[in-house]
C-alpha cells in the first residue's frame, strides 16, 4: 500500500482485488472519490483491524452503525472476503451489538463458515487479552476485553 500525508487526513491506498470490490460509494464533494459504505466498513474493521484505529475502537464503530447498516448488504459482501472465520467473527460481532440478525441470517452465516474455528482477533495484537472466552454459537474465542455481551461498556 502506498500512503500520502497531507493534513488534516492521512491516505493510505490498499489493494483490493476486484472480486471484492463491493460496498463502496461515490461522495458529493469528490465525485472522483469513493468511500466504503456502513456494511463494507464494518467488515473491513473486523478483516483488517489495523486500518480502523486498533482493536478498543471498533465496539464503538459497531454502536453506531447499528441503526443504519443492513444486515442483508452484509451478507451479500461476505462471499467476496473468501473468509470463514470473517463470517464467524461478524456473526458474533452483529449479534454481541444488537443488530436484527433473522434466524435466517445466522443459519446462513453459519453454513457459510461450516466446520471452522476462529478467534476474534489475532492472538497478541494489541487489544487482545489473554482472558479467553469461547462462543459456541459462532465456534469463536472471544480474545479482547469489551466484546462479550455480558460486559457492558461503563
Same mark, same amino acid.
Given at each position: 500500500?502506498? @500512503?500520502? *500525508?497531507?493534513? /488534516?487526513?492521512?491516505?493510505?491506498?490498499?489493494? &483490493?482485488?476486484?472480486?471484492? +470490490?463491493?460496498?463502496?460509494?461515490?461522495?458529493?464533494?469528490?465525485?472522483?472519490?469513493?468511500?466504503?459504505?456502513?456494511?463494507?466498513?464494518?467488515?473491513?474493521?473486523?478483516?483488517?483491524?489495523?486500518?480502523?484505529?486498533?482493536?478498543?475502537?471498533?465496539?464503538?464503530?459497531?454502536?453506531?452503525?447499528?441503526?443504519?447498516?443492513?444486515?442483508?448488504? @452484509?451478507? *451479500?459482501?461476505? /462471499?467476496?472476503?473468501?473468509?470463514?472465520?470473517? &463470517?464467524?467473527?461478524?456473526? +458474533?460481532?452483529?449479534?454481541?451489538?444488537?443488530?436484527?440478525?433473522?434466524?435466517?441470517?445466522?443459519?446462513?452465516?453459519?453454513?457459510?463458515?461450516?466446520?471452522?474455528?476462529?478467534?476474534?482477533?489475532?492472538?497478541?495484537?494489541?487489544?487482545?487479552?489473554?482472558?479467553?472466552?469461547?462462543?459456541?454459537?459462532?465456534?469463536?474465542?472471544?480474545?479482547?476485553?469489551?466484546?462479550?455481551?455480558?460486559?457492558?461498556?461503563?
Amino acid at each position: 500500500s502506498r @500512503i500520502r *500525508e497531507g493534513a /488534516p487526513v492521512r491516505i493510505e491506498y490498499i489493494h &483490493v482485488n476486484l472480486d471484492n +470490490f463491493v460496498g463502496y460509494q461515490n461522495i458529493s464533494k469528490a465525485p472522483n472519490v469513493r468511500i466504503a459504505n456502513v456494511e463494507r466498513t464494518l467488515l473491513d474493521v473486523i478483516d483488517r483491524p489495523d486500518y480502523s484505529g486498533g482493536i478498543s475502537d471498533i465496539p464503538e464503530i459497531f454502536r453506531r452503525a447499528t441503526s443504519r447498516a443492513k444486515v442483508d448488504k @452484509i451478507l *451479500e459482501y461476505l /462471499p467476496t472476503y473468501h473468509s470463514k472465520s470473517l &463470517v464467524q467473527r461478524i456473526g +458474533f460481532m452483529l449479534e454481541a451489538f444488537g443488530y436484527q440478525l433473522t434466524p435466517e441470517h445466522v443459519q446462513e452465516m453459519q453454513k457459510m463458515s461450516k466446520g471452522n474455528y476462529a478467534y476474534l482477533f489475532t492472538a497478541g495484537r494489541p487489544g487482545t487479552d489473554s482472558h479467553s472466552r469461547y462462543n459456541s454459537k459462532w465456534r469463536l474465542v472471544v480474545n479482547a476485553p469489551g466484546f462479550a455481551p455480558e460486559e457492558k461498556a461503563g
